[in-house]
């Protein structure tokens, strides 16, 4: 009956790319290259952990408010091989995305694993509903979570394991000393935070080495710059969250809309190239449940600004 079930999903899935491949004109910037390109160059997180620099974040391959089964699994399942196929090497989910379903759409989509693909998950986020995220921090409950997540994923060891949030009833010793107690014990390569303050990563690192930081960032919301150049000045990895902003801005009015223009690029590329060209730490993870958008984010790279336009797009986010 499985086995049943898995291979009317696999024929959705191609015959469903089979329709999206004719329609693949809709991209501005064509892919030249595919996975011998390297996106938007590479970075070594922690001195174990190459990766492209443009990954992809899957927690929008989930249901509405993040909120169990995707409408069309045959779809997520088609852009997750997708991303592969165009090169990303870099895989940024939770266990709180679904809960779960993430985690097990990778697998479904990806498992056996092509060499060289690295995947990232979380933990320290509860969920009551669509919308609803609530930090525990707990280390018998972390320590849960990750097993949980290697069972999930079908792997034996998580390459980038992050505190998804900071719980502030929990001493923060305690949660990243459980980190570092699964990283001694091989079940975890990396560790990383999110959605923390340049005092939080100082104080972690007592505990710790951090290797990587998830905080949202994009065009438009700069709030975490400081944290940007602390992570710059440390080799530290950022990735920003919401690295394509919402609004008009993304619509491709005002100054943004003006660089693509000049570049025959989309809005959304300008502003993933804009992230590229701000930090040689900065790894994008643009999320998407279409294909169409994801070979469109994926050649970002390709987008070069020039200094001026780079400071144009810089000047958003001081107004």
């Given at each position: ?7 009317k ?17 809709v ?18 997180i ?15 391959i989930?249901g ?12 997520a ?34 498992y ?36 949980m ?8 060891r998580?390459d ?38 340049v005092s ?14 998830q ?20 080799g ?15 619509g ?9 223009k000049?570049?025959?690029a ?9 992230l ?19 070979v ?8 070069k ?15």
């Amino acid at each position: 009956m499985f086995e049943t079930e898995r291979l009317k999903k696999l024929i959705l899935c191609n015959a469903f790319g089979l329709l999206l491949s004719r329609n693949q004109s809709v991209v501005r910037l064509s892919l030249e290259g595919g996975i011998l390109e390297k996106l938007g160059g590479r970075f070594n997180i922690g001195g174990s952990l190459e990766v492209n620099r443009l990954g992809f974040g899957a927690m929008r391959i989930t249901g509405p408010g993040i909120w169990g089964e995707p409408i069309d699994r045959p779809g997520a399942i088609l852009v997750l091989r997708k991303a592969i196929d165009v090169g990303i090497d870099f895989i940024d989910t939770a266990d709180s995305y679904g809960p779960y379903v993430s985690e097990e759409l990778i697998r479904e989509a990806l498992y056996p694993y092509a060499s060289g693909v690295k995947i990232a998950t979380k933990a320290g986020l509860v969920r009551t509903g669509p919308n609803q995220w609530h930090p525990v921090g707990r280390p018998e409950y972390l320590r849960q979570e990750l097993e949980m997540s290697l069972r999930r994923l079908g792997v034996d060891r998580i390459d980038l394991f992050q505190l998804h949030r900071i719980d502030p009833k929990v001493d923060l010793a305690d949660q990243i000393g459980l980190l570092s107690d699964l990283q001694k014990e091989g079940k975890v390569n990396r560790i990383g935070l999110s959605e923390v303050s340049v005092s939080d990563i100082t104080e972690a690192s007592k505990y710790a080495k951090i290797d990587t930081v998830q905080n949202l960032y994009n065009l438009t919301n700069r709030s975490s710059e400081a944290v940007l150049e602390y992570c710059g000045a440390n080799g530290i990895g950022f990735i920003p969250w919401f690295p394509i902003q919402m609004g008009s801005l993304a619509g491709g009015s005002g100054v943004v809309g003006e660089v693509a223009k000049e570049l025959d690029a989309t809005p959304a590329q300008v502003s993933l190239a804009w992230l590229l060209h701000r930090s040689k730490v900065v790894l994008p993870i643009p999320g998407t449940s279409s294909v169409d958008h994801l070979v469109e984010n994926s050649n970002a790279d390709k987008v070069k600004l020039s200094d001026d336009q780079f400071k144009r797009l810089f000047e958003i986010g001081n107004k």
